[in-house]
Structures are given as structure tokens and as C-alpha cells.
């Protein structure tokens, strides 16, 4: 089975320390979206791109979060400087073409202390 | 922004019940997705159903977007069907164009018992 693999898989972190998180999409998916999930706040999105172009990332706190596509197989979500309330598990999703063969990664789950 | 209610929030059964989850969705959606989170955290997705029926064996969806919403339909359930559901949705563009910027509901968590 095609699958969405992200890596690592979890990360704990001291405060102000730089994370960087991948995801490769499945292959041909031409958007790949980025999610986070908190016990508070639910599943939200935090950014997508469509052939490797940024469509929206309102969703994202612009001052320590940067999210970039390098090239088809590769997105990264990076956050610098890290902060305790960034412990949440980070989802990247890819879809064939938006709204179809949506698929999700393991998720990577963030702990910062 | 798009607002998604999911109901009941919590769902105990025991194997073999039926159930039935609701999505209400608060504007007209383009794009409507049921997803299952397991218990190890992995989402999967059920159906893309931002109108009709579909069936996928114990599993049927229906959403009735003039009304705006969506029944998520378990049969004879069994323990793996355990964990959360989530209701998903793209609010609808003047092009109608989806674009996946999905707007989760806060799911319903579901327990089977042997």
C-alpha cells in the first residue's frame, strides 16, 4: 500500500531548541498538507501546498514555524524556536488531487520541555 | 470560518450494536471526508461524501448538504471499530474548487466491549 511517511516518528526537545520534521508525500500526490493535533484544540491545519507551491499557511505562527517543499518527495515543518506549548502530534497528509486519496502519515509527536 | 459539530461526543457499545455519529456543519461544504483514528493514533480515511450514500461494507455515510449534514452509520460493530471518528470539511468556493483545506469537527470517540 502507498503511504504518507513521516519521520521521526517522536521528538523530545529542550525549549528554544530547533525541530525540523519531514514528510514524503505519496508518489504523484500533488498536494501535501500539514496538521497538528492537541488534546485542546483538536485536528487544525497548519499549511498546504499544491505542486510544491504554498497555497496557505494562515494557519501557521509565522514567527517560529516555516513549512517548505524542496522538491516532490520532500516537505519539512520546522519550528525555531521551539516552546512548550508546540508539544502536539504534527500530521502531513497527500492527496492525488485535492479532495481525492487523501491519506494521512503516522504523525509525528512533539514534546518540548 | 466553517463550523463542525460532531454528536454524540462519546460512544460506548457493545460488539454487535449498531450506531449512528452526526456531523452538522454550519455553510455549504464542497468537499465532506469521514475519517477513523485508531487507537495508536493513525487516521484513516472512510469516505469523500459531500452528497448521497455511500456504503463500504459495515460502513455507510449519507449527507444531506442542503440541510447540512452528515450520518456516519456503523454496523454490527466489533472492537476494532473503536477509537475516534472525525467529520471533515472544505467550506464551498465561488468556483466550486476544492482545494483538501479540510475544518475537523472534534470527533466522536467510540468504545466496543466484547
Known amino acids: 500500500d502507498a503511504r504518507v511517511t513521516q519521520t521521526p516518528r517522536h521528538k523530545v526537545t529542550e525549549m528554544g531548541q530547533e525541530v525540523t520534521m519531514r514528510c514524503q508525500p505519496i508518489?504523484?500526490?500533488?498536494?501535501v498538507f500539514w496538521y497538528r493535533q492537541t488534546m485542546m484544540q483538536g485536528l487544525e491545519l497548519l499549511a498546504y501546498f499544491r505542486n510544491r507551491a504554498p497555497l496557505d499557511d494562515s494557519g501557521m505562527p509565522k514567527d517560529r514555524f516555516s513549512a517548505e517543499m524542496p522538491d516532490a518527495t520532500l516537505a519539512t515543518l520546522k519550528i525555531q524556536p521551539s516552546e512548550p506549548r508546540d508539544s502536539a502530534v504534527y500530521f502531513c497528509a497527500s492527496a492525488l488531487t485535492a479532495p481525492y486519496g487523501y491519506t494521512f502519515g503516522s504523525g509525528t509527536r512533539l514534546t518540548v520541555v | 470560518g466553517i463550523q463542525v459539530e460532531q454528536s454524540p461526543p462519546d460512544l460506548i457499545l457493545q460488539e454487535g450494536a449498531n450506531s449512528t455519529l452526526r456531523c452538522n456543519f454550519s455553510d455549504s461544504v464542497n468537499n465532506l471526508q469521514w475519517f477513523h483514528q485508531n487507537p495508536w493514533g493513525q487516521l484513516i480515511n472512510l469516505f469523500y461524501?459531500?452528497?448521497g450514500t455511500k456504503q463500504n461494507g459495515r460502513l455507510s455515510a449519507t449527507t444531506v448538504a442542503t440541510e447540512r449534514y452528515s450520518l456516519l452509520y456503523i454496523s454490527s460493530s466489533q472492537t476494532t471499530d473503536s477509537g475516534v471518528y472525525f467529520c471533515?470539511?472544505?467550506?464551498?468556493?465561488?468556483?466550486?474548487?476544492?482545494?483538501?483545506?479540510?475544518?475537523f469537527g472534534q470527533g466522536t470517540i467510540l468504545t466496543v466491549h466484547p
Open positions: 471533515a470539511v472544505e467550506g464551498a468556493s465561488a468556483g466550486g474548487t476544492s482545494y483538501g483545506k479540510l475544518t
Open positions: 508518489l504523484g500526490h500533488n498536494t
Open positions: 461524501i459531500p452528497s
